[in-house]
Nanobody, 125 residues
C-alpha cells in the first residue's frame, strides 16, 4: 500500500532554513504527482510546492524564491528546502501524492490528492 512518511520538521528562528523530507513507497512513481501542503491552526490546508513526473515544479506565491522542491535520484524521497523562514510559515507540513497522467504539475487542489503523510510540525519564531 502507498505510504508517505515526512521528517525534518522542528523549531527554527526567523530567517533560518529547514529541509523537509518525505519517504514514499508503494506506488508507481512514474504516474504520480507529488506536493507539499501545509495547514496552520484555524486555516485551510494550502499547497506549498509541487513536482510532476518530469520534475516540473510549481510553488505557491507565498514561498516563491524561498522554497525548492526536489526528488532524490531514486525517486523515492521528496524534499522541500525552505529558506528565509518567516513566522507565517509555521504550520503542519504534509506530503501528498496522486496518480496523474496529464502533462505538467497537477495543481494544489488538496481534495484531488489521494495519499497523505501524517504531517510534520514546523514552528518559526
Amino acid at each position: 500500500h502507498v505510504q508517505l512518511v515526512e521528517s525534518g520538521g522542528g523549531s527554527v528562528q526567523a530567517g533560518g532554513t529547514l529541509t523537509l523530507s518525505c519517504a514514499a513507497s508503494g506506488f508507481v512513481y512514474g504516474r504520480s504527482c507529488m506536493a507539499w501542503f501545509r495547514q496552520a491552526p484555524g486555516k485551510e490546508r494550502e499547497g506549498v510546492a509541487g513536482i510532476d513526473v518530469h520534475d516540473t515544479t510549481d510553488y505557491a506565491d507565498s514561498v516563491k524564491g524561498r522554497a525548492t522542491i526536489s526528488r532524490d535520484s531514486d525517486k523515492t524521497t521528496l524534499n522541500l528546502v525552505m529558506r528565509n523562514l518567516k513566522p507565517e510559515d509555521s504550520a503542519i507540513y504534509y506530503c501528498a501524492s496522486r496518480v496523474y497522467y496529464g502533462y505538467g504539475f497537477c495543481g494544489f487542489t488538496a481534495s484531488r490528492y489521494t495519499y497523505w503523510g501524517q504531517g510534520t510540525q514546523v514552528t518559526v519564531s
